[in-house]
């Protein structure tokens, strides 16, 4: 029996060889041959463009929609930005967003106290304000994955779903350690440390604290700058050592069941992120 790994693999040539002659020149018989010397599988080339071509490029396709979130001060204004400059994984540094997907934005004054700070309306996404914490909010709608394709739109009325979702994402930046910045601000999926990060040296561990609605949650799977290194405990807390300096990502994300006809699953996702001196 030929192995997962295997499997993968010759799946993985089949797509890389098709891409890379093109697929408007693809010859899918000759490449599936090339990938497959030894299959006793007869499929013919309608198969493959239709099913074997699509379902891989909508793989491909799904996994170019992780992108990591930071925010950039600038001046008096916090920007917002995505892509890949502070991970360990391929991808353009920086990839453009539609505004439209934040949804709102707190400030945790240096003083003390939490208020809502307003956003631009265009790309990047700017935030004007004194702020010792800024958690940003932001939801790109429900997705709807197909053998064809996936589309940013419920799945009613669509045939031959695959997958669908719900997709929300918060980003928070600590800037200056308060007594606010030690506890959860919004809704949803969070991260929280529980101790100053700025004090943070390489090598050092610090707990987080995830919670979902305010509450510790259980069983969530946390990574540090891309790569995952456990799961939150039954308080909620997990320990992540700082490998680097400079820009710090931890992140979490949890897909929980959505019933409200338009998804099957929410999907959340969430980043605490702090600087330190490289």
Known sequence: MISRWLISMKFFC?????????????????????????????????????????????????????????LSKEGANHVLYQGHAHSAHAGAAVVPYDAAKVKSALCVRPAGGVKPITASKTYPVKFTGDCATVLVTLSSGYWTKTAWETKNTPKTGISGVLKSWKSEETIKRIDKWTNASAKPLGKGLEITPQSDPLKLRLNDKITVLVTENGKPKAGVPVAYQGDTRGSSGADGTVSVRIRRGGVQLIAASLETPLNDGKADSLIRATALQFDLHK
């Open 14 to 70: 089949l797509f890389t060889t098709i891409t890379a002659n093109g697929i408007a020149h693809a010859r899918p018989q000759a490449y599936y041959q090339f990938c497959f010397p030894h299959t006793t599988v007869k499929l013919n080339p309608s198969f493959i463009m239709r099913y074997t071509i699509p379902l891989l490029l909508g793989l491909y396709a799904y996994q170019a929609l992780a992108h990591d979130l930071w």
